[in-house]
């Protein structure tokens, strides 16, 4: 008999909380993986970055397992299947995984769990994604926040509790993992994908650029932000080991990982917004969709170069300034009056470091209708933050080196008319309410 243990977005070994707990449990531990055939095979790009992330990630565990004389199971496949037939091939006790907090993610688990209970095994989740989760920051009335500024608040006091940020010691137990001979392993080919050869940020960050974050993250220009959002991603560094660096280096950066938190918890306690606007009336708003400008802001052709950098930054690398990302943002829904959900759906196809959850809540705050979003008649404008944050043109003109000749294209829209057009817009969509 043997416990599996399941790797999602936690494709690491050392400070792994549902690992741990697999591995104290007693049974011989075996790993598993499943490229899961319902998301893979939705990718409409087959030389998708993250599968190749999670691909070189996944090669690296059954590499760590196997000099340890253990190996990781890993399929391709619908996970509910490969759980029927991994229960005819092993005699499974308990399963144990790291909890997910997407609706898909919940339903796919609840369906397990459920197969496991009639084959008389266990489903054990655990958190390890976030530093808080489900109920463990809530109002004075017990209510989840829907604001960030007091959530951060309570956030940061209980984080003082080094008992929240504290490793999970797995390789004190490694012994417990089950011996057997390698596994074989799929290919990316196998699965319809090609490699891109991509050099991955590494998963560390540097105590001196977290020092000078504060000061530097605006400027799309610097290598001012960690670039760890695809480590943070799928696991393959430990927010636990990222919060107690930042705890000594950077408290604007913490903050950072507090908004993370806060995403995944307006997810989890409020799981519409995958498909509405937080505040339900916003779904009332009339938007253009015009094909022709959802066009020309996806291919960085808008005329407005900050909007330009950031898109065609996005295409070239999948990465995005997050200053950049938020006025993208408001100039696809504001200015061009295009749904937060088509671009929200573009940057979930091309962002390396795409989340569900802060992604929907990046989109969701640009467009004036998520939790503790800006108020809609405030409209970004896209001259004035390329002045303030990119004065010298660097960031600009690495990514359109074309600006200032004859071959950019004039504005799309003017700004004046666009800033008056979205906020009667926003008033008459909110009226009917
Ligand atoms: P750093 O500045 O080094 O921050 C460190 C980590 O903190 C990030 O990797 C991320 O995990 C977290 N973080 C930072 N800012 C935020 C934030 N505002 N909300 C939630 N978490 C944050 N972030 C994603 O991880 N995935 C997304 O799909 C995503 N989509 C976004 C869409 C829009 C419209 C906007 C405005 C923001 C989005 N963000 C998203 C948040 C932010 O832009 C990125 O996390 C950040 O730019 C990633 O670069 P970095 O890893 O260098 O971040």
């Given at each position: 008999p043997i416990a599996i243990m399941w790797h999602r977005r936690d494709l690491r070994l050392h400070d792994n909380a549902a690992l741990y707990y697999a591995l104290k449990a007693g049974r011989p531990v075996l790993p598993l993986f499943i490229f899961d055939k319902d998301i893979l095979d939705h990718l409409d790009d087959k030389r998708d970055r993250r599968v190749e992330f999670i691909y070189k990630y996944v090669l690296k565990l059954q590499d760590e397992l196997q000099k340890m004389g253990s190996s990781l199971i890993v399929r391709y496949g619908r996970p509910l299947e490969v759980f029927q037939e991994l229960a005819k091939e092993y005699e499974i006790t308990n399963v144990f995984t790291n909890y997910d907090y997407e609706t898909y993610g919940k339903g796919r688990d609840a369906e397990v769990a459920a197969f496991l209970k009639t084959v008389g095994a266990g489903f054990h989740s655990y958190k390890d994604q976030t530093l808080f989760d489900h109920d463990e920051v809530l109002t004075g009335t017990g209510k989840p926040y829907t604001v960030f500024g007091p959530y951060s608040r309570n956030w940061l006091g209980k984080l003082a509790d080094p008992f929240y940020t504290?490793?999970?010691?797995?390789e004190t137990y490694f012994d417990q993992l089950h011996k057997t001979a390698p596994l074989p392993m799929v290919t990316l080919d196998d699965m319809g994908f090609e490699p891109l050869g991509e050099n991955f940020p590494k998963p560390t960050v540097d105590d001196a650029l977290l020092k000078q974050y504060q000061k530097?993250?605006?400027?799309?220009?610097?290598?001012?932000?960690?670039?760890?959002g695809i480590h943070l991603r799928f696991g393959t560094i430990s927010i636990r080991n990222l919060a107690r660096q930042a705890q000594e280096t950077s408290p604007t950066f913490l903050s950072e990982l507090c908004w993370r938190d806060f995403y995944f918890q307006v997810l989890d306690h409020f799981p519409h917004v995958e498909q509405h606007?937080?505040?339900?009336?916003?779904?009332?708003i009339k938007f253009l969709n015009r094909p022709e400008d959802i066009e020309r802001w996806e291919q960085g052709k808008t005329g407005y170069p900050l909007v330009d950098a950031g898109m065609r930054q996005l295409n070239e690398t999948g990465w995005m300034h997050n200053r950049v990302r938020m006025v993208v943002a408001s100039f696809c829904i504001k200015?061009?009056?295009?749904?937060w959900r088509i671009g929200e759906a573009y940057f979930a196809k091309k962002l390396?470091?795409?989340d569900l959850a802060a992604n929907n809540g990046g989109w969701q705050w640009a467009a004036g209708s998520g939790t503790d979003a800006a108020p809609y008649f405030r409209v970004f404008n896209p001259t004035a933050q390329a002045e303030k944050f990119d004065p010298k043109g660097e960031y600009i003109r690495r990514w359109?080196?074309?600006?200032?000749?004859?071959?950019y294209p004039a504005p799309i829209i003017d700004h004046a008319f666009a800033r008056q057009r979205v906020v009667e817009v926003y008033k008459e969509g909110l009226r009917k309410e």
């Open positions: 504290k490793s999970y010691p797995t530097m993250r605006d400027y799309p220009a610097e290598r001012g932000t960690s670039e760890l606007a937080f505040r339900r009336e916003y779904d009332n200015h061009l009056l295009v749904d390396r470091d795409y359109v080196p074309e600006y200032n000749s004859l071959n």
